[in-house]
């Protein structure tokens, strides 16, 4: 900055000519008109009236004028400076005003439109587990066969070796259909001759009926049994039954596919299966399956230190049954034993859903009450 000098003079100084002044100061003005909204006004105030705006640059020129110039100079810069101020502070509040009409219009919210606050539901776990089931076989070269759920004796026990008089079929407690008036049938079990299916090896049965072999099929559905609705059991239940019918089959190949089953249904290594010696009818030989426990594989056992309440530290989760099909069986469905063999498996989802996912009371799962389908989510 120049020193005072008693021979200077503001008109003679470059920045503060009137014509100068009268320059920035409409300069700012047709900024501030030009700016279309509230950031290009900031900008605009920030190049007129900031520390290095020109005005407030020849406003520092007046520091150094001689005394009797500087009243003069001082009064030109400071109304173009009130004219810029006054210009800015119009201009924000024209901005501000259309920016609120703009809001207003924008983010009104339309009280009469519909709502969407319907929760998402969930499928029933006991649906996706079943479907996970299937989706295991039918990588294989399953099919999933289907049949009714009022089934006749004749296929739900006879056709499997399970005779009027034989000690099984006191076992399930069936349910029997009552024959329509006139039929002589009052129901029971020399009444319709037509059950509730108690199990889903009737589709088997029809399915060996229906084709020829080889037959690989995979048979999941609701069966019911007169149990009273309790915590471990309840009186409709889902089974999956898997029926393999071909040449040459054996144990061997049976077991290789339970263990592929566990595999795939509970992941890693490690992951196998045992057969315990067992009866039934419709398999010979027979054997109750038995999973190791997909959270400690066994490491719990003999381990105080490592206790798992998912098996109780005994290692394995009991699955189900299996066996080789007994020639009776394929005799009965029209299938040579002499040429074919069979092996068969089945086990309830609603167990394997209660160890699988630590559900402990199995009125859970039937009693709709979505609270408890929700967690499970929209897995497909
Ligand atoms: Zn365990």
């Not at 005779?163 to 399930?172: F, I, K, L, S």
């Not at 898997?242 to 040449?247: G, S, T």
């Not at 009125?363 to 979505?370: I, K, P, S, T, Y």
Request: charged content about 25%; proline content about 7%.
């Amino acid at each position: 900055m120049s020193a005072p000098n008693k021979s200077y003079d503001p008109v003679e100084v470059e920045a503060l000519k009137p014509e100068e002044i009268e320059r920035m100061r409409d300069e700012a003005l047709a900024a501030f008109a030009a700016a279309g909204d509230l950031d290009a006004l900031h900008e605009a105030k920030i190049a007129h009236t900031g520390p290095t705006s020109p005005l407030a640059l020849a406003n520092r020129e007046i520091g150094a004028l001689p005394p009797h110039a500087k009243a003069e100079a001082g009064k030109r810069v400071g109304q173009a400076r009130g004219a810029v101020n006054k210009s800015l502070a119009a201009r924000q509040a024209e901005l501000e005003a259309e920016r609120d009409a703009r809001v207003l219009v924008e983010e009104a919210v339309d009280v009469t439109l519909p709502y969407d606050r319907t929760p998402s539901g969930a499928r029933h776990p006991l649906t996706t587990l079943s479907e996970r089931i299937e989706d295991i076989f039918v990588a294989m070269g399953y099919e999933v066969a289907e049949g009714p759920e009022v089934e006749t004796e004749w296929l739900n026990f006879d056709a499997l070796n399970i005779a009027a008089d034989h000690p099984a079929r006191g076992e399930h407690d069936t349910f029997f259909v009552k024959g329509a008036e006139g039929t002589g049938g009052e129901g029971g079990e020399s009444g319709s001759g037509v059950v509730l299916r108690t199990h889903t090896s009737p589709v088997q049965v029809r399915s060996m009926l229906d084709r020829e072999p080889p037959l690989y099929v995979i048979c999941p559905g609701r069966v019911y049994r007169t149990d009273d609705l309790d915590a471990t059991h309840t009186p409709v239940f889902h089974q999956v039954e898997l029926l393999a019918v071909d040449e040459g089959l054996t144990m061997a190949d049976l077991k290789g596919t339970l263990d592929h089953m566990v595999r795939a249904l509970f992941g890693g290594e490690g992951m196998k299966t045992r057969l315990r010696p067992n009866f039934f009818p419709f398999t010979e030989p027979s054997a109750e399956m038995d999973m190791v426990c997909y959270v400690c594989r066994g490491e719990s056992v003999g381990n105080p230190d490592r206790p798992c309440r998912t098996c109780s530290s005994e290692g394995w989760i009991e699955l189900g049954g299996c066996g080789m099909v007994n020639p009776k069986v394929l005799t009965a469905c029209g299938v040579d034993p002499e040429k074919y063999s069979g092996f068969a498996f089945g086990f309830g989802i609603e167990r394997m859903l209660m160890f699988r996912h630590n559900v402990e009371d199995m009125r859970d799962m039937v009693e709709g009450d979505v609270r408890f389908t929700r967690p499970f989510g929209m897995e497909i």
